[in-house]
């Protein structure tokens, strides 16, 4: 059974810090995985999308890499400003077809002080 | 694009009443829908996956007979809570996954949902 698991459960960095969120998987058998951004109160932002034969997608400051064989995913934030501050959520999409379910991990709480 | 839309995004309801959250992707097919609920402070639970067409698949310990779900349209889920109590109150989030896209799902604001 998937499993997935983010550390830390909590982050508080001051503004302009980069900064390092992870995320790690117990079945390496997975189509994708993708990180979210969820305010209070909200529904998920999907912010980037690595496919399993991907090492890595980067948008703006942002960057993930995916490390399929050892089971670990990291976003990478650079100058972190107060507007990033949000949960943060892995998923993985289980491969094989038969279910193609996301399977979330427990998110990161990410607050950047100004 | 890749928007996804759910209504209402707040509902309280008395005990025993039913209510229906839909949810719809409007700017793209979706054949697949999923419904999850969020506790506060936890991640996301799949309750069911909604396929255009089809009958929904429910995740274990999910009462299909209370959480009912028709996908009518390629846009268009719905999500009905039949005899809602206080304990289903919580937060719920629909995804639409895009027809012939990569598996990437796009996630609705969600519903909050206060039982009475």
């Known amino acids: 059974k998937q499993e997935v698991t983010q550390i830390p459960a909590a982050l508080s960095v001051p503004e302009g810090e980069n900064l390092v969120l992870n995320c790690s998987f117990t079945?390496?058998?997975?189509?994708?995985l993708q990180w979210f951004r969820q305010d209070p109160g909200k529904g998920l932002t999907s912010l980037l999308l690595?496919?399993?034969?991907?090492r890595e997608q980067t948008s703006g400051r942002l960057n993930a890499s995916l490390d399929k064989s050892s089971g670990r995913s990291t976003l990478y934030i650079a100058a972190s400003q107060p507007g990033d501050s949000a949960t943060y959520l892995c998923?993985?999409?289980?491969?094989?077809?038969?279910?193609?379910?996301?399977?979330f991990g427990t998110g990161t709480l990410l607050a950047v002080q100004p | 694009g890749a928007v996804v839309s759910q209504h209402p995004s707040r509902v309280i309801c008395k005990s025993g009443t039913s209510v229906k959250i839909e949810c719809r992707s409007l700017?793209?097919?979706?054949?697949?829908m999923f419904w999850y609920r969020q506790f506060p402070k936890q991640s996301l639970m799949l309750m069911a996956t909604?396929?255009?067409?089809?009958?929904?698949?429910?995740e274990q310990g999910v009462e299909k007979d209370k959480f009912l779900i028709n996908h009518a349209s390629l846009t268009l889920s719905t999500l009905t809570v039949t005899s809602a109590h206080p304990e289903d109150s919580s937060f719920y989030i629909c995804?639409?996954?895009?027809?012939?896209?990569?598996?990437?799902?796009?996630f609705g604001p969600g519903t909050r949902l206060t039982v009475l």
């Open positions: 079945d390496s058998a997975i189509y994708n």
């Open positions: 909604s396929n255009e067409g089809s009958k929904a698949t429910y």
């Open positions: 690595i496919q399993s034969s991907q």
């Open positions: 995804s639409a996954r895009v027809r012939g896209g990569a598996g990437e799902q796009f």
């Open positions: 998923a993985v999409l289980d491969y094989g077809g038969a279910t193609n379910k996301l399977i």
């Open positions: 700017d793209f097919q979706a054949t697949t």
